[in-house]
């Protein structure tokens, strides 16, 4: 190879160490690149050994008895193919690709290429190059498709998983809510049912003192239809102790407040009946032993029974 064969090399992009190298066991451009292919995954060290062993065994061939005396071998020949071969070199080289192991030495010159044959010999190898070039690119691209195709599903069945789990979460939510409401609603039914049994009653007592003040007898109060119990927070009126609760509620605005509740009553109902009297919201009642604190919005729904406070309990309230 010419050093404009090895520029031409340079100039496709290849490593110096690598170019030279390539001239030097091959004879022209096409076999340099066919070298360079085949040993493209060797690193440069491997091939600079291997180029020095090639040398020496270069120095020690003697294969200079096929030629007669007086006469100096000018090419090789493959005498399996009949392919010649301007050095030992390129028939190495061919020796390697082929498998071809027979070869002599020739007194046959090989003529050098004319510039146009180089010019086409050379435009040939580009477009080999930029076709390679160019599988390359293409197989890059789709083994680079085929990889964010699997991050793509990736990322969509994460995503997929977190708006499932997002779907339960907000179900659960509104199942509480709905419970809240249904709880908060069955507490302001029994609310207003003892509004009402307390109006009767102080009503009925101002008769009575009236009737006493004018000197006759009572009326005879007048017997509504009985409420049902859930409604009246209660049992029955010949009911046992057990269905009361009896607590002392320590408040910062009012102090000690005593009160008694039919045990059904729920805590939403003593902190509604506590804000009135201090005016203050009650975010918590809490008893100390056990300790325990019962949130408003997630244990308020318990009745006083269910709480542990019948038949008596002292609580703070928060």
């Given at each position: 190879?010419?050093t404009?064969?090895l520029?031409?090399?340079?100039?496709m992009?290849?490593?110096?160490?690598?170019?030279?190298?390539?001239?030097?066991k091959?004879?022209?451009?096409q076999?340099a690149?066919?070298?360079?292919?085949?040993?493209?995954?060797?690193?440069?060290?491997?091939?600079?050994?291997?180029?020095?062993?090639?040398?020496?065994?270069?120095?020690?061939?003697t294969?200079?008895?096929?030629?007669?005396?007086?006469?100096?071998?000018k090419?090789?020949?493959?005498?399996e193919?009949g392919?010649?071969?301007?050095?030992?070199?390129?028939a190495t080289?061919?020796?390697?690709?082929t498998?071809?192991q027979d070869?002599?030495?020739?007194?046959?010159?090989?003529a050098?290429?004319?510039?146009?044959?180089?010019?086409?010999?050379?435009?040939?190898?580009r477009?080999?190059?930029?076709?390679?070039?160019?599988?390359?690119s293409?197989?890059?691209?789709e083994?680079?498709?085929r990889?964010?195709?699997i991050?793509?599903?990736a990322?969509?069945?994460?995503?997929?998983?977190?708006?499932?789990l997002?779907?339960?979460?907000?179900?659960?939510?509104?199942?509480?809510?709905?419970?809240?409401?249904?709880?908060?609603?069955?507490?302001?039914k029994r609310?207003?049912?003892k509004?009402?049994?307390?109006?009767?009653e102080r009503?009925?007592?101002?008769?009575?003192?009236?009737?006493?003040?004018?000197g006759?007898?009572?009326?005879?109060?007048?017997?509504?239809?009985?409420?049902p119990?859930?409604?009246?927070g209660?049992?029955s009126?010949?009911?046992?102790s057990?269905a009361?609760?009896r607590?002392?509620i320590?408040?910062?605005?009012?102090?000690n407040l005593?009160k008694?509740?039919?045990?059904?009553?729920?805590l939403?109902?003593?902190?509604?009946?506590?804000?009135?009297?201090?005016?203050v919201?009650v975010?918590?009642f809490?008893?100390n032993f056990p300790?325990?604190?019962?949130?408003?919005?997630?244990?308020f729904?318990?009745?006083l029974k269910?709480?542990?406070f019948?038949?008596s309990?002292?609580?703070?309230?928060?």
């Open positions: 190879m010419t404009a064969d520029d031409v090399l340079l100039s992009g290849f490593e110096q160490a690598r170019a030279e190298i390539a001239a030097k091959t004879g022209n451009l076999q690149l066919d070298w360079l292919e085949a040993n493209q995954d060797k690193s440069l060290e491997e091939l600079q050994a291997q180029n020095q062993a090639s040398a020496e065994d270069e120095d020690e061939d294969t200079g008895a096929n030629i007669p005396s007086g006469e100096t071998a090419s090789l020949v493959c005498n193919c392919k010649k071969f301007r050095n030992h070199d390129q080289f061919h020796a390697t690709k498998d071809h070869f002599s030495e020739s007194t046959d010159e090989i050098p290429l004319t510039e146009e044959e180089k010019k086409a010999r050379l435009e040939e190898l477009q080999k190059l930029a076709a390679k070039r160019a599988v390359q293409e197989a890059e691209k083994t680079a498709k990889n964010e195709q991050r793509m599903k990322t969509k069945d994460s995503q997929e998983l977190k708006e499932e997002q779907r339960k979460e907000r179900i659960k939510e509104a199942e509480r809510k709905k419970q809240e409401k249904i709880a908060d609603a069955e507490a302001k609310i207003k049912a509004i009402e049994a307390d109006k009767a009503k009925r007592k101002e008769e009575e003192a009236k009737a006493l003040r004018e006759r007898a009572p009326q005879a109060p007048v017997v509504a239809p009985a409420a119990l859930s409604a009246l209660g049992s009126a010949s009911g046992s057990a009361t609760a607590l002392r320590q408040t910062k605005q009012k102090g005593m008694t509740y039919p045990s059904e009553t729920t939403f109902e003593v902190a509604h009946d506590v804000e009135e009297e201090t005016g919201p975010q918590s809490q008893i300790r325990k604190t019962f949130e408003a919005g997630v244990d729904g318990l009745t269910e709480a542990g019948v038949p309990a002292a609580i703070i309230a928060n």
